[in-house]
């Protein structure tokens, strides 16, 4: 960069960075010298992780299958699907996913984000409508803003106002058809199934039964769902008794439930072979190496036994029935994601160290990830906790957390309809 430049860029570089600081947001990465587990360790201390997305444990536990792939398929693809960079290790894992999510059609991406980003623009244009929760994750947002469409929010988990913006989108719609010359517009309504920061569960049935009489396409990120919930953790479609056709457009990702990485959109084969055709971060990305692809099968198989989701969704039980006799203001949340608000931004900061010193690590979620004034430590379980992990876990907060921010409400599991 030029120097006659250099010292505005920097001036707006260090204004953002130190306003960040001011307001304790400031993000700092955390170097891991050991494998993803229950016991991890860094900077030469072993701590109790409690902030993994590997909800299952199966991040680990891959090692000899991917071993093994990479024997065979080396190291990488070598270039995008659409050169020479697709295999017949990506064409299976793709119908096994699309089998296990009940789809008849599946399409591999190598990340959510990717996924998220590149469905929603290519099924978008100019002149379209993108609904969305309030609360969805930043990939969600990030596809709409960057796609040609309007794009609206609808109040988190408020089907009555998502009803009314798409009732009075109908109402734009018929009057701009009565234009001449007009091309017809469409609307994309869009939600995480489980919510990440929150922990809790979209309404699924209901946002497919709104979409379904507005004539609006629902898609759903199920990133925290699939492996989690549904017959043999398939998903929210299956949690909910859906049909492919009622859940159009199905993401789901490979790294949190199945322990790997990578990421897929399922749906209808008219779907999937639009995508191919128009989806840019597929067309322009090289494939996810054919060795991962390979070993993701084995964990894949291994979500058919259900003895890991009993032993997760025993934790999670366990944990909320503990931390309500404590009076632990834990979130309402059916999911591994057990948030407990703290609110102001430095005390979140300072427990999360006190919990680090004493050999657990919770990490506090703070704005702009959640909403000022709502800072939390995000607790996430997983099935390879031992028990007794969680009584330290909840040993500690009692210690830590003070009586100010204890209530006596109930916070055993709640019903699946208190959360929907």
Known sequence: MPSSCSTPWQQRLNDASQQRRNLNQWRQRSTLSS???????????????????????????????????????????????LVCGHSSAHEELEQALAKHTGYPAALLFSTGYMANVGCINALTQRGDLILQDKLNHASLIDGALLSRADFLRYRHLDYAQLQQRLEHRQQQLQQRQQQPQNTQALTLVVSDSIFSMDGDLADVARLSQICQQQQALLMVDDAHGLGVIGTHGAG?????DLGAAQLPVYIGTLGKGLGGFGAFVAGDQNLIDYLVQFARPYIYTTALPPAVAEAMLSNLERLQDDALRQTLNQHIRYFRQQASQLGLQLMPSVSPIQPLMIGDEAAAMAISAELQRRGLWV???????????????????????ATEQIDTLLSALDELIPESLRSATDNALPSQGSTL
């Open 236 to 240: 929210v479609r299956s949690a909910f």
């Open 35 to 81: 494998q993803q587990g229950p016991l991890v360790e860094r900077d030469g201390q072993q701590l109790i992780n409690f902030c993994s997305n590997d909800y299952l444990g199966l991040a680990a536990s891959g090692a000899a299958a991917l071993a093994h792939s990479a024997q065979r398929w080396g190291l990488g693809s070598g270039a995008s699907h």
């Open 363 to 385: 990490t506090a979620i703070r704005p702009p990830t959640v909403p000022d004034g709502s800072s939390r430590l995000r607790i996430t379980l997983t099935a390879a906790h």
